[in-house]
């Protein structure tokens, strides 16, 4: 039995040692005895994950920034929650981006927005949001930014 068809079995019953058998492969160059067929699904698997991860926080800056801005019923009990959630949200997503996610986030800048939207409708039982979403994406990750 070779050393890639015992990393496809390492891989069904154990992936955290798969990983580092990977791993140390890699470390090594010895690139031949890779089981590359779950490589391959596990990096794109990584990709997906960190741009969802990427969307999820930016979707919950976009929404404690429009209760922040619109719901004024609440306002005075929780600004200061919402502040603080967006200042979290936006370290966490800050310390994630890639200029890849960055690209990728700007391409679906309008699908978070409306996503967040919805959510917030939903809590607020508001419907008097812009319909276009009206903050760049530079405005929603920088620090100081508040409508």
Known sequence: MTITTNLKQLYETDENLWLEETIELLKQK???????ENLIEELISLGKRDLAKAKSLLRQIIIHILLLQYWQVEFIRNYRHWIGEIQTFRYDL???LTTNLINKLQDDLENIYQSAVEFVKIKTDLTIFLEKCPYTLVQLLDENYLP
Not at 30 to 36: I, M, P, R, S, Y
């Open 30 to 36: 010895q690139f031949n005895q890779l089981d590359l």
């Open 94 to 96: 800050n310390n994630h």
